[in-house]
Nanobody
Framework: QVQLVESGGGLVQPGGSLRLSCAAS????????MSWYRQAPGKELELVAN????????NYADSVKGRFTISRDNAKNMVALQMNNLSSEDTAVYYC????????????WGRGTQVTVSS
């Protein structure tokens, strides 16, 4: 059974940092492109960042470029999102997503972790 479990969310002050983790099990992580999405209250799901299966290529939403960094450790079955200089605009539920590199239909989601940026 495939599971993606996010952790690391919480309450942080503006300008602060958080590191989200996604622990994967039941799959060969290197076979999956991994992404972080977020959904703020009343807003649509937004792609935040993604990273290819081999970790060689990353992409970021314009709103987080220069502040967030996505990384992965296939040997440890982990994906991380380092978030710096957070603002209230970053408040959302953050979801980990894995999509098979060769078969788009194979797609998994975690349950999400809440990030709240507030003073």
């Amino acid at each position: 059974q495939v599971q993606l479990v996010e952790s690391g969310g919480g309450l942080v002050q503006p300008g602060g940092s958080l590191r989200l983790s996604c622990a994967a099990s039941g799959l060969v992580l290197s076979q999956f492109h991994m992404s972080w999405y977020r959904q703020a209250p009343g807003k649509e799901l937004e792609l935040v960042a993604n990273i290819t299966g081999d970790g060689m290529s990353t992409n970021y939403a314009d709103s987080v470029k220069g502040r967030f960094t996505i990384s992965r450790d296939n040997a440890k079955n982990m994906v991380a999102l380092q978030m710096n200089n957070l603002s209230s605009e970053d408040t959302a539920v953050y979801y980990c997503n894995g999509r098979h590199c060769n078969y788009d239909i194979i797609d998994y989601w975690g349950r999400g972790t809440q990030v709240t940026v507030s003073s």
